[in-house]
């Protein structure tokens, strides 16, 4: 067997491992028409960003997180383009409101059954996920350790463009990474994105003690 | 404890699982992740020949005997698949097909189902309450779920509605959408994995999905009360942001049999006990 | 009138190990509801389990259990077919009453 052709065979095994084959486009079409009824609480606005997917989305959603070369390159390039910066250019904000931010869990919750009271602190909630900074012990695991993130990159200009970019859309890196577009979905403002970056990066920060 | 996006929210724990939870942060900390998994599995046998649940069990073994509602009947008669009045075992086999009402419904559609046809109930009174403790349903499935235990999941979708709702169910699984594009794979998809201190079971891999549904419905510790399947699914999709998904809705039933699958020959050993 | 309690009693020798499972909001006073007001507090005040004639347990309870509590404990001098009774009362003043046959 030839390298070339032993590859493909591998590459075929492992897409049959994951199940990473595009869904049959009949099984989305019977699937969207199942959740367009079964939400019948929700308002046309609610349907429009709560529940209808954007281009990114959709792509992710029918390669069930592992698109190919195509579909990545696409979902790339959306990405890269959705980039925004704070007015004043500055990617490193406060490494003391990033790290409020990094702990609050709360907000966007909608519907009847439990929503968040009004008025309710919308967070980044980076600890659900991530290590950050080491005294912190509850911590999940859902995506890397990034304790002593900041002391590995340094605060050079690429380091810290990097890591803005990285947390307003890391799928402008990683195609369909699990980790929610903070800044393209406007969860998050550039501002804020720049105080998480400086929680990451700054050397007084709890992240990198 | 610290809130976080998949927190309940409801600031009361028993005091014993107070002590569980330090324990485990206090085991975390030393960074040997599996002793503290070792402590929640410790805390759990303790509390397993007192939960909760059996207060539900019970009640719902009486609302399955006594005659309700405008015909006064009682539920004895009730067909989950297996046939009228058969419990053994049914649970672990649904969802699935139901040629009389020409749905694929779970254990919850089919008791409200019954509740409708044989006790004249409408929907309403039927499901009355079931976001809330101590409702009707909730204790209808608690007694229904308690009565296949040691009965192995067996719900293969083979019938084409109960497949084509098992393709459904994983298209839903992956489906990325909302402010925070999470899908049920944003969690779920990976082994071993944590939100904060919370484990996560993966329901790509059979055994872990195995252990995740063999135990529901389940008695939640910080809610005081049952959860049933459907009450578990619709509050993950209130958490991913998501509008409230309709209580019997045919995309809960879907996500149902594609995790039933993905489950399969797991014993059953419901009711569980949770945070 | 409270809602009914699982109870077990089994005898070990002339150990008796007894299992109660109580059905209750145990409602501490601290808490709010969705809008902002206290929810009253409701809880177990005190729980007596008798032997025939002979109390084997009395517990004074605070707003500190939790809901639906549960409750184990050991005693000697129990038979295999005694009766086994158990009776609470909240701050309210309900009450509930059952009973077990020791197995």
């Given at each position: 067997m030839s390298r070339r052709s032993r590859i493909t065979?591998?590459?075929f095994l492992a897409l049959v491992a994951t199940g990473a084959c595009a869904a049959d486009p009949t099984v989305i079409e019977r699937t969207e028409e199942i959740v367009g009824r079964s939400f019948s609480s929700a308002t046309a606005d609610e349907r429009k960003t709560r529940l209808d997917q954007d281009e990114v989305q959709a792509l992710c959603s029918m390669h069930h997180n592992q698109p190919p070369e195509a579909a990545?390159?696409?979902?790339?390039?959306?990405?890269?383009?959705s980039l925004r910066y704070p007015p004043e250019g500055r990617l490193m904000g406060d490494w003391k409101e990033g790290e409020k931010l990094a702990s609050v869990g709360t907000g966007g919750h909608i519907g009847k059954i439990q929503p968040d009271r009004p008025g309710v602190r919308r967070g980044g909630n980076c600890y659900a996920c991530h290590v950050l900074a080491p005294k912190e012990i509850a911590a999940g695991n859902l995506g890397p350790s990034l304790a002593g993130y900041g002391k590995q990159r340094g605060t050079s200009p690429e380091s810290v463009r990097l890591t803005y970019e990285k947390i307003f859309n890391a799928q402008a890196f990683y195609p369909c990474s699990h980790m929610p577009r903070f800044g393209s979905n406007a969860w998050l403002?550039?501002?804020?994105?720049a105080d998480a970056v400086a929680f990451l990066l700054d050397a007084a920060s709890p992240v990198n003690k | 404890m610290q809130p976080s996006f998949f927190d309940g929210l409801r600031p009361r724990i028993a005091a014993a699982c107070a002590g569980a939870l330090l324990a485990a942060v206090a085991l975390t900390a030393t960074g040997d992740d599996n002793h503290a998994i070792d402590e929640i599995a410790k805390y759990r046998e303790m509390l397993k020949d007192g939960n909760p649940a059996e207060l539900m069990e019970m009640r719902g073994e009486e609302l399955w005997t006594t005659p309700r509602g405008p015909r006064a009947a009682s539920l004895e008669q009730c067909d989950l698949g297996l046939g009228p009045g058969v419990l053994p075992g049914a649970y672990a086999h649904l969802p699935r097909w139901f040629e009389d009402t020409s749905k694929v419904q779970d254990a919850e559609s089919r008791l409200v189902t019954c509740m409708t046809v044989l006790q004249g109930l409408s929907v309403e009174e039927a499901t009355r309450n079931w976001t809330k403790p101590n409702s009707d349903i909730e204790a209808l499935v608690t007694f229904v779920a308690t009565k296949s235990q040691g009965a192995a999941i067996d719900a293969p979708a083979l019938h084409p509605r109960e497949a084509e709702f098992a393709a459904v169910g994983a298209e839903l699984f992956f489906r990325r959408a909302g402010p925070l594009d999470f899908s049920c794979a944003t969690c779920h998809s990976q082994d071993q994995r944590r939100i904060r201190l919370q484990d996560l079971p993966n329901f790509l891999d059979p055994k872990s999905a195995q252990s995740s549904m063999i135990t529901w419905p389940a008695y939640r510790v910080s809610q005081s009360a049952v959860w049933t399947m459907e009450r578990r699914l619709i509050d993950c999709i209130r958490q991913m942001r998501a509008p409230d998904a309709d209580y019997l809705s045919d995309a809960v039933i879907a996500l149902e049999v594609y995790l039933q699958k993905q489950a399969a020959g797991g014993v059953m050993q419901a009711p569980g006990i949770k945070r | 009138m409270g809602s009914p309690m699982k109870l077990r009693a089994r005898a070990d020798g002339d150990v008796v190990e007894v299992k109660i499972l109580m059905a209750h909001v145990m409602e501490t006073g601290q808490r709010k509801n969705p809008a902002g007001e206290p929810i009253p507090a409701h809880f177990i005040q005190t729980v007596t389990v008798t032997y025939g004639p002979r109390t084997v347990l009395s517990a004074q309870w605070g707003p500190a259990v939790s809901a639906n509590p549960f409750l184990s404990f050991k005693f000697k001098g129990g038979e295999k077919g005694g009766t086994i009774r158990v009776n609470w009362v909240d701050n309210?003043?309900?009450?509930?009453?059952?009973?077990?046959?020791?197995?």
């Amino acid at each position: 067997m030839s390298r070339r052709s032993r590859i493909t065979v591998a590459a075929f095994l492992a897409l049959v491992a994951t199940g990473a084959c595009a869904a049959d486009p009949t099984v989305i079409e019977r699937t969207e028409e199942i959740v367009g009824r079964s939400f019948s609480s929700a308002t046309a606005d609610e349907r429009k960003t709560r529940l209808d997917q954007d281009e990114v989305q959709a792509l992710c959603s029918m390669h069930h997180n592992q698109p190919p070369e195509a579909a990545a390159l696409r979902i790339l390039e959306l990405s890269r383009s959705s980039l925004r910066y704070p007015p004043e250019g500055r990617l490193m904000g406060d490494w003391k409101e990033g790290e409020k931010l990094a702990s609050v869990g709360t907000g966007g919750h909608i519907g009847k059954i439990q929503p968040d009271r009004p008025g309710v602190r919308r967070g980044g909630n980076c600890y659900a996920c991530h290590v950050l900074a080491p005294k912190e012990i509850a911590a999940g695991n859902l995506g890397p350790s990034l304790a002593g993130y900041g002391k590995q990159r340094g605060t050079s200009p690429e380091s810290v463009r990097l890591t803005y970019e990285k947390i307003f859309n890391a799928q402008a890196f990683y195609p369909c990474s699990h980790m929610p577009r903070f800044g393209s979905n406007a969860w998050l403002t550039p501002q804020e994105v720049a105080d998480a970056v400086a929680f990451l990066l700054d050397a007084a920060s709890p992240v990198n003690k | 404890m610290q809130p976080s996006f998949f927190d309940g929210l409801r600031p009361r724990i028993a005091a014993a699982c107070a002590g569980a939870l330090l324990a485990a942060v206090a085991l975390t900390a030393t960074g040997d992740d599996n002793h503290a998994i070792d402590e929640i599995a410790k805390y759990r046998e303790m509390l397993k020949d007192g939960n909760p649940a059996e207060l539900m069990e019970m009640r719902g073994e009486e609302l399955w005997t006594t005659p309700r509602g405008p015909r006064a009947a009682s539920l004895e008669q009730c067909d989950l698949g297996l046939g009228p009045g058969v419990l053994p075992g049914a649970y672990a086999h649904l969802p699935r097909w139901f040629e009389d009402t020409s749905k694929v419904q779970d254990a919850e559609s089919r008791l409200v189902t019954c509740m409708t046809v044989l006790q004249g109930l409408s929907v309403e009174e039927a499901t009355r309450n079931w976001t809330k403790p101590n409702s009707d349903i909730e204790a209808l499935v608690t007694f229904v779920a308690t009565k296949s235990q040691g009965a192995a999941i067996d719900a293969p979708a083979l019938h084409p509605r109960e497949a084509e709702f098992a393709a459904v169910g994983a298209e839903l699984f992956f489906r990325r959408a909302g402010p925070l594009d999470f899908s049920c794979a944003t969690c779920h998809s990976q082994d071993q994995r944590r939100i904060r201190l919370q484990d996560l079971p993966n329901f790509l891999d059979p055994k872990s999905a195995q252990s995740s549904m063999i135990t529901w419905p389940a008695y939640r510790v910080s809610q005081s009360a049952v959860w049933t399947m459907e009450r578990r699914l619709i509050d993950c999709i209130r958490q991913m942001r998501a509008p409230d998904a309709d209580y019997l809705s045919d995309a809960v039933i879907a996500l149902e049999v594609y995790l039933q699958k993905q489950a399969a020959g797991g014993v059953m050993q419901a009711p569980g006990i949770k945070r | 009138m409270g809602s009914p309690m699982k109870l077990r009693a089994r005898a070990d020798g002339d150990v008796v190990e007894v299992k109660i499972l109580m059905a209750h909001v145990m409602e501490t006073g601290q808490r709010k509801n969705p809008a902002g007001e206290p929810i009253p507090a409701h809880f177990i005040q005190t729980v007596t389990v008798t032997y025939g004639p002979r109390t084997v347990l009395s517990a004074q309870w605070g707003p500190a259990v939790s809901a639906n509590p549960f409750l184990s404990f050991k005693f000697k001098g129990g038979e295999k077919g005694g009766t086994i009774r158990v009776n609470w009362v909240d701050n309210k003043g309900d009450t509930r009453t059952d009973a077990t046959i020791i197995l």
